[in-house]
């Protein structure tokens, strides 16, 4: 016996034919059956008396090698998406931040004389 699924297209239904499951007489995996990520993401020990062995050691010590190459290589690809400012957008920046550190400074002094005064007129009572 055929089983019928409805897909919809512009609001109508139209019948369509769906295939019938085939069944392998294998039971069916259970989601806690398959292997968990830090399992999948574990690098396999390697034995030291495998023929092997010599060559992933020395290749470990310079593996820092490779990710510092790979970590310059992401940063160049990340500074070519950055929108850098012009010219005149820089300059206009850099005078607002002069003209706000000379302000914060002068605020910062007065409230250093004033405070100490505060503090020397009540250490001579």
Do not use: H
């Amino acid at each position: 016996m055929k089983k019928f699924r409805a897909k919809k297209k512009n609001g109508l239904a139209e019948a369509e034919p769906k295939a019938p499951e085939k069944t392998t007489g294998e039971p069916k995996s259970f989601p806690d059956s398959k292997p968990k990520e830090k399992e999948l993401l574990r690098k396999p020990r390697i034995d030291e008396k495998s023929p092997g062995a010599g060559l992933s050691k020395w290749t470990e010590k310079f593996q820092w090698i490779g990710k510092v190459k790979e970590f310059f290589r992401e940063v160049r690809i990340e500074l070519k998406k950055v929108t850098w400012p012009s010219r005149k957008e820089t300059i206009a920046a850099t005078g607002m931040v002069i003209v706000l550190s000379i302000l914060v400074s002068f605020f910062l002094g007065l409230l250093d004389v004033g405070l100490a005064k505060l503090v020397g007129s009540l250490l001579k009572r």
